[in-house]
């Protein structure tokens, strides 16, 4: 690396520039998160699914409509996801970037990147069914990562970064609403308690590497109210698409069992810093009371129909999307809009960023 790349990456981590304006404002004796990495699925996916082969894609159009120059960037929304909104509300930088980018800059790597990938979940069924990046082989790649960070800002400096930073995991809706209920593979060999707690014992093991890593300020979403989303209310909620009862009782058994084992890891790993970010209940409030937010549709998607499209069958080809896609809750048929994320996020922010300090 030439002497003006070492300058401008080591003014990038001490944070004279490369920031935007944060949002959220930490105590003063606080030492900010250097840099946000996230993993799971595509609620946090900045665009690694573009760099495999997989079907579950979303780098076209009408994808990334609202995105900055309306570029489809394989982000599973019209704009940006929480990965992007967490790292501009904390000041860190505008876009969090996908590590297997082929055009991601060395710069990027001290601020955080994304390992989520689209479709995946803890159970291992899950990213095998729909080919994409389970949750283990996205430990990989941190490895990675924290070797190729060592190379540039020494060894020092990565375990502070490390230890220091904000980790964000994401997943268990494409279990729950996937691999459990519409493919039904795993419904015929597990009751939900039983599945539950499959799931949970993945997740322990995922969260336990990562502490193993050296991470420290870890949160970890629930699972959502599934049965809410628009394509679960078109195949599960009958003909007046409600909500899925069933579905959304599996998430909530799951959310319990997964804030108690976070108390427990908290209390058995030391320094450890497991928080767990409830979302089922500030979704479904937004869900059940649109228009408090500014919305006007709650129960299907911006693209096409809005019951069913989601990845390639939220494409051009289709009638086209809403007028206003910042009436709508939901983007597609399972992902909600930018707007109704930056909601969410702002609300997640202000009950849980001082929990990590």
């Known amino acids: 690396m030439d002497a003006f790349k070492m300058i401008v990456v080591w003014l990038v981590v001490l944070g004279i520039i490369g920031k935007t304006k944060g949002v959220v404002k930490l105590a003063a004796n606080v030492i900010p998160p250097p840099a946000v990495i996230t993993f799971g699925d595509s609620i946090v996916d900045t665009g690694n699914n573009n760099n495999i082969h997989t079907l579950v894609k979303c780098n076209f159009p009408p994808y990334g409509q609202d995105f900055e120059g309306g570029i489809p960037t394989g982000r599973f929304c019209n704009g940006k996801v929480p990965s992007d909104l967490i790292v501009e509300e904390l000041g860190i930088k505008e876009f969090l970037p996908p590590y297997l980018d082929p055009n991601l800059k060395p710069s990027d790597l001290p601020t955080g990147v994304c390992f989520a990938s689209g479709a995946s ?3 291992p069924l899950t990213p095998k069914i729909a080919s994409v990046i389970p949750m283990s082989a996205q430990v990989e790649m941190f490895k990675e990562y924290i070797e190729k960070l060592k190379g540039m800002v020494g060894e020092e400096r990565t375990k502070f970064i490390v230890e220091h930073s904000l980790f964000v995991v994401v997943a268990g809706s494409n279990d729950i609403a996937n691999s459990y209920f519409a493919t039904g593979l795993r419904r015929m060999q597990y009751d939900i ?21 050296g991470t420290r300020r870890i949160g970890v979403f629930s699972a959502p109210p599934l049965g809410c989303m628009p394509s679960q209310r ?6 007046a698409r409600d909500c899925s009862t069933q579905t959304n009782a599996a998430s909530q058994l799951f959310n ?11 209390h058995n790993l030391p320094q450890a810093k497991f928080v767990y970010i409830d979302v089922y209940q500030p979704l479904l409030h937004i869900i059940n009371n649109p228009t408090k937010y500014g919305f006007e549709v709650a129960d299907r998607g911006c693209c096409g129909t809005g019951t069913l499209e989601v990845s390639v069958l939220c494409n051009r080809l289709l009638p086209q999307t809403c007028a206003d896609e910042s009436k709508y809750v939901f983007w597609d048929s399972y992902h909600p ?11 997640v922010l202000d009950k849980y960023i001082h929990t990590f300090f």
């Not at 078109?234 to 003909?239: A, C, I, N, S």
């Not at 319990?256 to 108390?263: G, Q, Y």
């Not at 809009?337 to 609300?347: C, I």
């Open 121 to 123: 979940g803890y159970d």
């Open 193 to 213: 308690p039983s599945y539950t707690d499959l799931l949970l014992h993945y997740a322990s093991d995922f969260l336990e590497e990562l502490y193993g890593l």
């Open 234 to 239: 078109t195949l599960f909620g009958g003909m």
């Open 256 to 266: 319990a069992k997964l804030s108690a084992h976070l108390n427990s890891l908290n």
């Open 337 to 347: 809009t930018e707007r109704a994320y930056q909601v969410l996020v702002d609300l």
